[in-house]
């Protein structure tokens, strides 16, 4: 059974910083790609961040690159976000997910394992 945990949301005034985790497990972590998405009240799920496999590749969302870092440590099968420099509409409910695929993918659809989501409130 694959199981996907995300952990580290929280409150925190706008400036400031968390960090997310994700473990995972169920399956072979090394042989996937990571995704964070995040979707806040009344609107679709957008994507954040991405990390090949093996963590040599990443790709990030126009709106956070520069404030946020996607990583993994494969040996403990669990992925990050290091989110800086909060802004008051970086508040939503985070998600991690897996996909099994040769290319970074930044859509929901291409994704085939979801965690449960934390929320990330960012106050003004």
């Known amino acids: 059974q694959v199981q996907l945990v995300e952990s580290g949301g929280g409150l925190v005034q706008a400036g400031g910083s968390l960090k997310l985790s994700c473990a995972i497990s169920g399956l072979t972590f090394s042989g996937y790609n990571m995704g964070w998405f995040r979707q806040a009240p009344g609107k679709e799920r957008e994507f954040v961040a991405a990390?090949?496999?093996?963590?040599?590749?990443?790709k990030y969302a126009g709106s956070v690159k520069g404030r946020f870092t996607i990583s993994r440590d494969n040996a403990k099968n669990t992925v990050y976000l290091q989110m800086d420099s909060l802004k008051p509409e970086d508040t939503a409910v985070y998600f991690c997910a897996a996909a099994n695929l040769l290319v970074l993918a930044t859509t929901p659809g291409a994704y085939g394992y979801w965690g449960q989501g934390t929320q990330v409130t960012v106050s003004s």
């Open positions: 990390i090949s496999n093996r963590g040599g590749t990443t």
